[in-house]
């Protein structure tokens, strides 16, 4: 047995881990006990990926099988990562469709979650360029799902959280570009009121995405920098440029947990006034960067998840319907720059439908905030997931940790059917993960 826990390190938790090496093997694991789960690279932040007895790692299922150019169709294993896709087929003018906030998922947890990005409200998620799967089910079955062919099964795992079975391969779209480089935007918005109108004028570009200063309060309240994004073209990068940035390992690591009171009133105040004067002064013009800080911000600094402390962190990101989401996200945001240990990274999205049957997307906003683990924050965040539900919304499983059953039962609305499909699939329900002990599985 092996403690084990999720990118926010909480909670931390006994389970067997197995890494096999062959598809036979990965079968002989799920067959052997009851309560086992598929995981990536472990950046789902809670206990999605941590079995609820075998937690089985496919981080060595890491081929391409195929690729045809001509249609930018690619087979490959649950294990390869979308850091490797992106340097291996960046150069050849191909990228993932959808990317959500760090390169280093794999594909197999990309499609489990359905991650987004910051092109969900045009282009939605990533299960939308996943054309089919081959799903090892906890019955024992190897069957290969898509919309034609078992279309419950694939539409279940498409947002299901591993839940449907163990994901061995893919096939999906990759987008043909011209170049590694983002046409960038940055607009300087006074308050919430004038962010949400931002990102709605935004609607057209096909990135979008709002950093918060979740310290500002009173006529400051909701401050924030949107970046809009387009791909861009060959003609618009800098003499000399290569088409392809490189993509750099992290330079720089938090080398050892941080202690708790590092992140505290005054040095998240101070971080975000810093960096939202840095973002302002850039507002106004059109900028080409890399696609590896417009999309991926903190991957430039390794075990970043250390800065909280060594009880770890709750991420949560809930989504609220478009019609009352300006009250909801005013009434979130104030109580949250009350407390004083506000997220010094907090992201605002729009987003559209989602895709499978468990997908987290519906239009709408979509909040993303991070909490040290200390103090009252359970009790806190109990009463922020009051003010989601009776606005309609829901929080997103990859991110969770803490959610009540009541809570997620009132957000997804799906789940009956997903019970359903699900039975069909592993009627024993060998497949069971921390996640689903929580929050689906009888009691």
Known sequence: MTLVSGWGRFPVVDSEVLRPRSFEAVAAAVAAVTGSVARGNGRAYGDAAI???????MTGFDRVRSFDPATGRIRLEAGVLLSDLIDTFGPRGFLPFV????????VGGAIAADVHGKNHHGEGGFGRYVDSILLRTGQGETIEVSREQNSDAFFATV?????????LEATMRLRPVETGWIRERVISASDLDAAMRALDAGDSATYSVAWIDCAARGRDLGRS????GEHACVDELAE????????????????IDLPSMTLNRVSIRAFNELYYRMGARRAGGDHVVSLYPYFFPLDSIADWNRI???????????????????DVLADILD?????????FLAVLKKLGHGDGVLSFPLPGYTLALDFPVKGDILNFLDEIDRLVVAAGGRLYLAKDARQSRATFEAGYPALSRFNAIRKSLDPAKNIRSKLSQRLFDEV
């Open 51 to 57: 079995g609820a007895v075998r937690t089985i790692g």
């Open 99 to 106: 990317v959500p906030g760090t390169r280093f998922v794999s």
């Open 159 to 167: 947002g299901g959280m591993g839940l449907t079975g163990i994901i």
């Open 225 to 228: 920098l949107i970046y809009l």
């Open 240 to 255: 000399g440029a290569d088409r392809f940035p490189v993509g750099k390992n992290p330079g720089l690591a938090v080398p």
């Open 308 to 326: 909280y402390g060594r009880r770890g962190f709750l991420q949560h990101q809930c989504v609220i319907p478009e019609a009352g989401a300006r």
């Open 335 to 343: 109580r949250v720059a009350k407390r004083g240990d506000a997220s």
